[in-house]
């Protein structure tokens, strides 16, 4: 599996690539806009073909989900204890940790966590360099929710990523910085078929 993430700060013709994104068979999208107020969101995700809605993750506004009738959300980590009960039965949610062991200690109640940086971020120059997390991956114990490895992945090391115990990738920098994001897309999804 490989999900993108979106920029946090708008790129050009944005949604465009997300549309050509899904059309390529992108299966997961997540909507990270933290700076994004509900009203814009609502208009950006008017953008997106509707078709599309229900492969969309959503990291706030979280009231839009019904309303584009997207069935994920994605919380952040100081967030969990949080969240709604009600959410686990109605959502399939996500969350994100930085360190397997906090990983391990999550329920069957999470789809899919994010963990990283597994590799010094594209996107936040300087975060994540002289990770060990990518090696650590080996300690995990947890089997019940999915591991999906973040962080400074691109075409030339996902592979890497995809050798460990992982269950999916996230892309972010290396879309969203690619001068062709479809292509760089493309190029990780046939470097992890070629496993």
Same mark, same amino acid.
């Given at each position: 599996?490989?999900?993108?993430?979106?920029?946090?700060?708008?790129?050009?013709?944005?949604?465009?690539?997300?549309?050509?994104? =899904?059309?390529?068979?992108?299966?997961? *999208?997540?909507?990270?806009?933290? $700076?994004?107020?509900?009203?814009?969101?609502?208009?950006?995700?008017? +953008?997106?073909?509707?078709? =599309?809605?229900?492969?969309?993750?959503?990291?706030?506004?979280?009231?839009?989900?019904?309303? =584009?009738?997207?069935?994920?959300?994605?919380?952040?980590?100081?967030?969990?204890?949080?969240?709604?009960?009600?959410?686990?039965?109605?959502?399939?949610?996500?969350?994100?940790?930085?360190?397997?062991?906090?990983?391990?200690?999550?329920?069957?109640?999470?789809?899919?966590?994010? *963990?990283?940086?597994? =590799?010094?971020?594209?996107?936040?120059?300087?975060?994540?360099?002289?990770?060990?997390?990518?090696?650590?991956?080996?300690?995990?114990?947890?089997?019940?929710?999915?591991?999906?490895?973040?962080?400074?992945?691109?075409?030339? +090391?996902?592979?890497?990523?995809?050798?460990?115990? $992982?269950?999916?990738?996230?892309?972010?920098?290396?879309?969203?910085?690619?001068?062709?994001?479809?292509?760089?897309?493309?190029?990780?999804?046939?470097?992890?078929?070629?496993?």
């Amino acid at each position: 599996m490989i999900i993108v993430i979106t920029p946090e700060q708008s790129v050009r013709n944005e949604t465009e690539v997300i549309n050509e994104l =899904f059309r390529e068979g992108l299966e997961l *999208l997540h909507v990270r806009k933290p $700076v994004m107020n509900a009203a814009t969101m609502r208009n950006y995700i008017k +953008n997106i073909d509707s078709g =599309f809605h229900e492969r969309l993750a959503l990291h706030s506004h979280y009231i839009l989900a019904e309303e =584009f009738g997207t069935s994920r959300l994605h919380f952040k980590e100081v967030e969990r204890p949080n969240i709604p009960e009600h959410f686990f039965d109605e959502y399939i949610v996500s969350t994100s940790v930085h360190h397997i062991d906090d990983f391990n200690t999550l329920d069957s109640r999470w789809e899919y966590v994010f *963990l990283g940086p597994v =590799f010094p971020s594209i996107s936040k120059k300087g975060y994540g360099n002289g990770s060990k997390i990518l090696k650590s991956i080996r300690q995990r114990e947890n089997d019940d929710s999915k591991l999906i490895a973040l962080g400074g992945i691109n075409p030339h +090391n996902i592979n890497m990523v995809f050798s460990e115990d $992982v269950d999916g990738a996230a892309l972010l920098g290396a879309i969203w910085e690619s001068e062709e994001p479809l292509k760089t897309y493309i190029q990780c999804r046939q470097n992890v078929l070629l496993l």
